[in-house]
């Protein structure tokens, strides 16, 4: 533990990685990433729904309205989380760089 955190006798240490840290990115674009696949998959099933229920039968017709509102809700959640991401950004205050004493403290 003398290796992540200096010694003090007050409070608790959590160590979590900068906002900008290349972890906090390399998460997000993990996470768009696993986002736009799933949009895609989501517009090929609802055209191809589409089509199928073009040329098949009217039984075909309610798996293309469930595909479509699975569209629908899906890109209701992105936007949603654009808009919560937004707001985290604009609420939560960046925190202050340690001193250059705590860091040497730290390695």
């Known amino acids: 533990m003398d290796l992540i955190a200096p010694h003090s006798s007050a409070g608790r240490w959590v160590l979590v990685p900068a906002a900008g840290s290349r972890y906090g990115r390399r998460s997000f674009r993990r996470t768009q990433a696993r986002r736009i696949r799933v949009l895609q998959f989501l517009l090929g099933a ?22 479509d509102l699975a569209l629908i809700g899906y890109v209701v959640f992105l936007l949603e989380a654009k808009r919560r991401r937004q707001d985290r950004v604009v609420k ?9 004493r705590h860091r040497e403290a730290i390695f």
């Open 46 to 67: 609802v055209a191809i729904t589409l089509l199928a229920a073009l040329y098949g039968g009217e039984g075909i017709w309610e798996i293309q309205l469930l595909t």
């Open 92 to 100: 939560v205050p960046a925190r202050a760089v340690r001193t250059t």
